[in-house]
């Protein structure tokens, strides 16, 4: 039998699949397409953590999408309130129906004779194994994220076999794991770390936040009060739009003053921590990043939670390096010890590009790490190709829905032209690449060499304001002498009619 040939493959259905799908079935409805999800559910990152008091760091008015107004009262919420959203939008929408389960996809190749996109995968069986499958796409659309699922980063502290406690990463949260009236130290910082800890402490553990470095927090009320107002009072589509809108504005200006005035940002959020912290305790060691806001990734502490059990003395935090572990905890480099019945690694992410699979054009392999980014969303030199990045400044769905609309622009200008290919054009020689992300994140730091990188300008260079890409990816031309398109070889044989998966 030959293999089945699509007109889009999208790779993933978590937030930026199934916004790739509702844009699909939206504004390409002529076009065949299936999602593929390696695991048996949807929903991505949100379907895969588990650890107490996973959150999102961004507010749901932006990270939910244009299309399925968020309806709860919190603006930040928990992991499993977010995954209700998101099977919320699959069901009302329709879009379940495209997702194919259990289908991971381990290579793609290229194939300019054919102008087709030849993907390699495997397909778990009803018996518990896998077989190998084979499919054909005209357009290849990446929507799997920039992480690794199956594991997250855990360096390699010496001692660790000799520790006789419950050691677990972040990542891999253990079903059940008790924690009331138990010793428990969380080694890292960032977001994880800082939504970890005053939901232990609500489960009745004793928590030590363990961190290297420390990380800017911005205290945020749960709800969005004006968001409510304006409910109240407007249609809901209306209300949802404009707190939309009031969010990403806020958040552009806090981003744009970060990098303009760092220094008088630093103060405001230095300032939000120590009203949050017990009276009298400083700021330094533990509440004062050597670097500059938004450097990094700002940390939401939503209703101030964090403070509130360091204030209540549920929880504590020490600013130190770990030597090795013991049999019983932890010997830092200060000298000092940390006795621990359970220790959590909230050490960081694994970074993959593209899903992790293979990409090859016309036999020639291609790294991540030697690609050149075009307007975010495409790569120079690689037909019909697309990934979804999100923001690092921002909410991920923001970018993931203008992606997601580009790419039915470009899909509907191939059908408009009468042509086949669309191949961003490579910036000039002379042009100075860039990292793809000013981020001092140690997950970016250890990555840095497979990230696509960037021009200086043009298509080629990276926005960070959501405003600038909606303008771009919405209302310039698609075909603005960079993007080329092609005609192809003729259709060979009728298509293979979409058929769903066992």
């Not at 403070?307 to 549920?314: P, Q, S, V």
């Not at 209302?475 to 259709?491: T, W």
């Amino acid at each position: 039998m030959p293999p089945e040939t699509l007109d889009v493959l999208v790779i993933g259905a978590g937030i930026s699949g199934l916004s790739a799908a509702w844009h699909l079935q939206t504004h390409c409805p002529d076009r065949r397409f299936a999602v593929l999800e390696a695991r048996p559910t949807l929903g991505g990152t949100w379907s895969l953590f588990r650890y107490p008091g996973f959150r999102s760091d961004s507010d749901m008015y932006t990270l939910g999408f244009h299309f399925k107004p968020w309806r709860g009262r919190e603006a930040i919420v928990r992991g499993p309130a977010i995954l209700d959203y998101l099977r919320e939008a699959a069901r009302e929408h329709g879009l379940e129906r495209h997702i194919r389960y259990g289908i991971r996809v381990h290579s793609a190749h290229w194939n300019s004779q054919a102008a087709r996109w030849e993907v390699q995968a495997v397909r778990q069986t009803p018996g518990g194994g896998e077989e190998p499958i084979t499919l054909h796409c005209g357009f290849l659309f990446a929507c799997g994220g920039y992480f690794r699922y199956d594991q997250g980063y855990q360096p390699a502290f010496e001692g660790m076999a000799s520790y006789r406690g419950t050691h677990v990463h972040a990542q891999q949260w253990p079903e059940g794991l008790a924690v009331r009236g138990r010793r428990v130290v969380v080694i890292g910082s960032g977001a994880t770390a800082a939504t970890l800890v005053p939901a232990l402490a609500a489960e009745g553990a004793e928590v030590v936040l363990l961190q290297r470095t420390p990380s800017y927090y911005f205290v945020v009320p749960a709800r969005d009060r004006i968001a409510l107002v304006l409910r109240r009072l407007l249609p809901e589509r209306w209300a949802y739009a404009l707190t939309r809108a009031k969010n990403v504005a806020l958040g552009a200006f806090l981003f744009r003053r970060s990098r303009s005035q760092p220094e008088k940002v630093r103060r405001f959020l230095l300032g939000q921590v120590a009203k949050a912290l017990p009276a009298g305790q400083a700021l330094d060691p533990h509440f004062s990043p050597p670097y500059g806001p938004w450097q990094q990734r700002l940390c939401l502490v939503p209703d101030a939670d964090l403070f509130k059990a360091i204030a209540d003395g549920r929880a504590e935090v020490v600013t130190d390096h770990v030597e090795c572990f013991t049999e019983h905890g932890l010997q830092l480099q200060s000298g000092r010890t940390l006795q621990a019945d359970v220790i959590v690694s909230a050490t960081g992410l694994e970074l993959q590009m593209l899903g992790g699979a293979q990409l090859s054009v016309d036999g020639v392999p291609l790294a991540p790490g030697g690609l050149v980014a075009y307007k975010g969303v495409m790569y120079a030199g690689v037909p019909n190709l697309a990934a979804t990045f999100g923001y690092l400044a921002a909410s991920w769905t923001l970018k993931a829905d203008l992606t997601s609309r580009y790419v039915c622009r470009v899909l509907n200008h191939l059908r408009d032209t009468g042509t086949r290919v669309a191949t961003p054009g490579a910036p000039p020689a002379d042009m100075p690449l860039r990292p793809f992300a000013d981020f001092t994140s140690g997950y970016f730091q250890r990555a840095m060499h497979q990230l696509p990188r960037q021009g200086s300008e043009g298509p080629w260079k990276l926005f960070d304001r959501y405003a600038d890409d909606r303008r771009r990816l919405l209302q310039e031309p698609v075909d603005d002498g960079v993007l080329a398109f092609g005609a192809g070889p003729a259709p060979a044989a009728e298509p293979v009619p979409l058929a769903r998966a066992a």
